[in-house]
């Protein structure tokens, strides 16, 4: 059978875009096709953009620890229009470069929503249907909302780029990475961040020993955090000043526009758990993320979607039907852009290039980017325990430019070591710039390095990551 392409992905994200990228490089004919803007999630509403105002919180706290080391610079102001136009224009070049990517390879675009019509054939919203010998699903994740009454009028983590302004209050519902992230970008740009999440701990899955001291240094820039805490009433706060309760249909129509034409936020009447009642002027919902696999027509072709709502694939990310693929988050792996990349290339290394290629989702590293940074490659403490017979090595410090400045803010470096082999298992940073250090470590750490290798090595003096090689003394074992 003749097809019109060899493979289509639906999906312009990072993950997608490599992907065909790739499979052009080696001559085959592609196409893919993106309903919303280039670049996907990472790009346009996740990791760039809030990375971007990560550094723009971070100025903060400069001017003070400027003036401790002698510097004559006054408090400044953040104006959040300047910051936000200059962060538009930057999406949008980079959406214009993976369009150029694409092009220069060769892929043929369609802006267009696309579903599954059978095994091979992919309609478009357009009403083009196009054939392929093989079809790439790329389609990422979404923002859930919690199954609460209301909770349409509060914002998930895809509106926070689009705010008109800052709201000068801002309850964030959830504990995980983005909105502990969220949580510290915004209370780092001036605005009054109170927390609420139903765990008894922030960042669940990560070290406790790492997470506890982020939700301590959270807590001193002035986060309001509720632990064990959730959220049992909320409405429109003008509503209830009109003795109404709730919010009407009417009300909560005029929301979702505004939230379509980017004039974001209302003030919120918030009831919880514990006790808490108040008027905070918008509200985040950070309670997790969803895979973007309905509406793709998958279960009239014979693919089941997982509890979760993602597509199961197989170590190959091939799905039950042997012509479709599937890889990123819309696969609930591991969610993050460089494993969707990885995933990418190893799916055209076993079908375009004739080398079977498994996807390696061991000790992958990542980074949670609150302030201070969190930077995790391999076991925590807890699962490591509970594997083998262990030794933790570790030391919390003040780093010396904050020291010098006066800031108790303090610092962790943390490996865990198998009694047996002697392979450093885990690491596990707690630190400004965790994220590039970890990066580094987890080189180290993938190779397989024992911590006699650890300590064969030089330390660099003086910095904060000298402490990975010069724990000589286990702090604990078990």
Known sequence: MRFDVDLFVIGGGSGGVRAARMAAATGAKVALAEDSRLGGTCVIRGCVPKKLMVFASSFREMPAEAR????????GAFDWSQFRSKLHAELDRLEGVYRRLLEGSGVQIHDARARLADAHSVQLSTGQTVTAKHILIATGGRPERPDLPNSNIGLVSDDIFLLDSLPKSILIVGGGFIACEMACILAGLGVKVTQVYRGAQILRGFDDEARGLIAEAMKA??????LGTN???????AAIRRGEGTMGASASAAVDLLRQSGALGCPVWVKATNGLEQTFDTVLFATGRKPNADGLGLEDIGITLGRRGEIPVDD?????VPSVYAIGDVTNRWNLTPVAIREGMAFVRTVFEGVPT????????????????????????EAARAQEPIEVYCTSFRPMRGAFAGNEARVLMKLIVSQTSRRVLGCHIVAPEAGEMIQLAA???????TKEDFDRTVAVHPTMAEELVTMRTPTRKA
């Open 358 to 381: 498994p996807v390696d989702h061991e000790l992958i590293p990542s980074a949670v980017f609150t302030q201070p940074e969190l930077g995790t490659v391999g076991l925590t403490e």
């Open 443 to 449: 080189i180290a750490v993938k190779m397989g390095a």
């Open 316 to 320: 190959y990310s091939q799905t039950a």
């Open 68 to 75: 401790a080391y002698g510097w004559d610079i006054p408090d």
């Open 221 to 226: 820039q002035g986060i309001d955090l509720h």
């Open 231 to 237: 959220i049992v009433e909320m409405a429109e706060a």
